[in-house]
């Protein structure tokens, strides 16, 4: 099954919310994993564009799952994403794989530790607060949080021995007010390491002890009338209040934890699980249990539990879950929160559950709904009388300008669906001036030529865009390729909607209201509009090439190198002076551009 066929097959259910995707190939190995702001329209994105890099093209083709988990903030999908990358390491993600994607802050592990943004986490024994999305965020809030706990900036080393002998002297640092001296033994160790904790406590989001110490200063100084003091502290408190509070993603209360929601539906259990790790979710998966003999919903859960936390080598000694648990192994802490961050995960758990069994739900209509195509493709095999159904379907349009640029465009049903990367474009060789006939005969059989030589199938019904004289056309093509008895051809005429089969001089009058017409109607527009399209670009390709190569010092290969370099016509046309110099030089550039100029005008 095509890619193309399993995003159409999900795209009407994808959520228009942000979160994490992640593709796979049909041997199930994990291809790339992204973020979406719109998990919709970031998806929808790979399967509606045409892509100009071949990496992204090649990714495109090799899928054959697409898995997504929801979140509740583009940053958390920010996040996650990285934290996943690093994980599971899949093979078309490039950028998020260092640690040091993301900066984190260090406390250095020294006597008067100094305090700084980094991406580079080294094993050296210094506290490391993060990951954290923004480093600018970062930086400001570094900024306020050192107005209010003063640390020193400098690299001296402030050993016991060195602050004794008095080595060092106070600087400026010091004189306005951003540093407490500790070089010159004016600030303690213990002072300065209870400074360092309430900056560890506002990272880790314990905001309550560090608005109470704070609070406790305030106080201190309003007791001893220093109003303007305790008024600056009471501006702090506030700023402290103000900080954005912690993610779901990332958690600095919480340590290995496995989380686990589940959803109902007849006789499938969907089981929706998150692997924490350090506070952070390092896997998430997402299960479909069909309940096969009297099972119990605990049963089952149990069943599902402990294979997840088998296949991802769990060793967590907690479950988080929504419901009570009989879990086998005691050891085991089984948790149902009510508040906090792990009541935050299970809410995130449940969210996504609940959306894949409404996405399972509507699958299942979608399969319900599939007998009405069923009944489309029976009634084309009966008007058309075909031996079997026209799962695939083609229909040939020749298109020129008074025998110039000639293209032939072929367009590809399946499943009575258009089937657009089947579409195809052929250039006429063979065929000099306005000659529609010949151009059909050499499309035809260069079209199913080389279907033979690579084996593919034949579809079950050829159409021609036109009436006797394209078709007979197109059947010499057939009968030189043995293909007569093989396939069924036939042609409709534009006027009256008539259907020609060769050797049958009087035409088929399908019903006006007829779903049969209605597809052929559809093939034949879709295979005129797509052939109209590729010939204008085609003779504008080609008007542009000799309005260039009119121009004194502009050659055939200039032409071509332009070309190349735009990808498009369209592009030329709106390019830039300083475009074409980078291609051509200032002098060569100047003389295009004026040219172009005056062929637009």
């Given at each position: ?10 795209r ?17 190995n994990?291809?790339?994993?992204g ?12 399967f ?18 697409i898995d997504y ?44 530790p100094r ?47 060195n ?18 001296g500790?070089?010159a033994?004016?600030?303690?160790v213990?002072q ?29 100084y ?5 109003f303007?003091?305790?008024a600056?502290?009471k ?7 103000d ?38 979710i ?12 009297d ?34 192994d ?11 961050d ?8 449940t969210?996504n ?6 996405q399972?739900i509507?699958s ?14 029976k ?14 379907i ?6 020129n300008?008074?025998g110039?640029d ?12 258009p089937?657009?990367k ?9 065929v ?5 006939y ?8 260069r079209?199913?030529?080389r ?6 199938k034949?579809?079950q019904?050829?159409i ?6 394209q ?9 030189k390729?043995?293909l007569?008895g ?12 008539e ?16 779903i ?17 399209t ?13 309005a ?8 055939k ?11 498009s ?33």
């Amino acid at each position: 099954m095509s890619s193309l066929v399993i995003y159409h097959s999900i795209r009407d259910s994808l959520p228009q919310q942000p979160g994490v995707y992640k593709y796979f190939d049909i041997d199930n190995n994990l291809l790339y994993i992204g973020k979406a702001k719109n998990l919709k329209k970031r998806i929808a994105s790979y399967f509606t564009k045409e892509h100009d890099n071949n990496r992204l093209r090649r990714l495109v083709h090799l899928i054959a799952k697409i898995d997504y988990t929801i979140v509740d903030t583009e940053n958390d999908a920010l996040l996650l994403e990285n934290i996943l990358i690093k994980k599971q390491q899949p093979k078309y993600n490039i950028l998020l794989k260092d640690d040091k994607t993301y900066p984190y802050l260090c406390i250095k592990n020294e006597d008067f530790p100094r305090v700084f943004v980094t991406r580079n986490k080294l094993n050296d024994g210094s506290l490391y607060l993060g990951p954290f999305l923004s480093v600018d965020k970062l930086r400001t809030t570094l900024e306020l949080i050192k107005h209010l706990f003063t640390t020193r900036t400098c690299n001296l080393v402030l050993s016991q021995k060195n602050i004794k002998t008095k080595k060092f002297k106070v600087c400026l640092e010091y004189h306005i007010g951003n540093c407490k001296g500790p070089c010159a033994g004016l600030q303690t160790v213990s002072q300065y390491q209870e400074d360092i904790q309430q900056i560890i406590n506002i990272f880790k989001g314990k905001y309550g002890s560090v608005i109470e110490y704070l609070t406790s200063i305030m106080n201190t100084y309003a007791v001893n009338l220093k109003f303007e003091l305790a008024a600056t502290f009471k501006s702090h408190i506030d700023n402290i209040r103000d900080l954005q509070s912690r993610t779901t993603i990332v958690s600095q209360t919480l340590e290995d934890v496995d989380v686990f929601a589940h959803a109902n539906l007849e006789n499938k259990l969907f089981i929706n699980y998150f692997s924490v790790s350090g506070g952070c979710i390092v896997q998430t998966r997402m299960l479909e249990l069909t309940k096969q003999l009297d099972e119990t919903e605990e049963e089952i859960r149990i069943f599902a539990i402990h294979e997840l936390r088998l296949q991802n080598g769990s060793e967590a000694k907690e479950i988080v879950t929504t419901t009570a648990l009989n879990y086998p192994d005691t050891s085991i802490k089984i948790t149902i929160p009510k508040a906090g961050d792990k009541k935050k995960l299970i809410d995130l758990a449940t969210k996504n559950v609940l959306y894949y069994k409404q996405q399972y739900i509507q699958s299942q209509q979608a399969r319900e709904a599939h007998s009405t195509f069923q009944d489309i493709l029976k009634t084309i095999q009966k008007d058309f009388r075909l031996s079997e159904l026209p799962l695939h379907i083609e229909c040939f349009d020749n298109s020129n300008f008074q025998g110039d640029d000639a293209v032939s465009a072929l367009v590809v049903f399946r499943n009575a669906k258009p089937s657009k990367k089947d579409y195809r474009i052929f250039n006429v060789k063979t065929v000099q001036g306005p000659n529609d006939y010949a151009t059909m005969e050499e499309v035809v059989y260069r079209r199913y030529k080389r279907m033979i030589d690579e084996n593919q199938k034949l579809p079950q019904l050829i159409i021609i865009d036109g009436g006797k004289g394209q078709l007979n056309s197109a059947m010499i093509s057939i009968e030189k390729l043995g293909l007569r008895g093989k396939v069924t051809v036939c042609s409709i005429a534009k006027q009256l909607e008539e259907i020609y089969f060769p050797e049958d001089p009087i035409p088929l009058h399908i019903d006006k209201k007829s779903i049969s017409l209605k597809v052929i109607q559809q093939l034949r527009n879709e295979a005129h509009r797509f052939g109209i399209t590729r010939h204008r670009t085609k003779r504008d390709k080609n008007t542009l090439q000799t309005a260039l190569t009119a121009i004194e010092g502009v050659g055939k290969k200039t032409a071509e190198l332009l070309l190349i370099h735009f990808k498009s016509v369209k592009k030329i046309k709106k390019a830039t002076l300083q475009e074409f110099e980078t291609v051509l030089g200032k002098s060569r550039a100047e003389k295009v551009f004026i040219k172009l100029r005056e062929t637009k005008q």
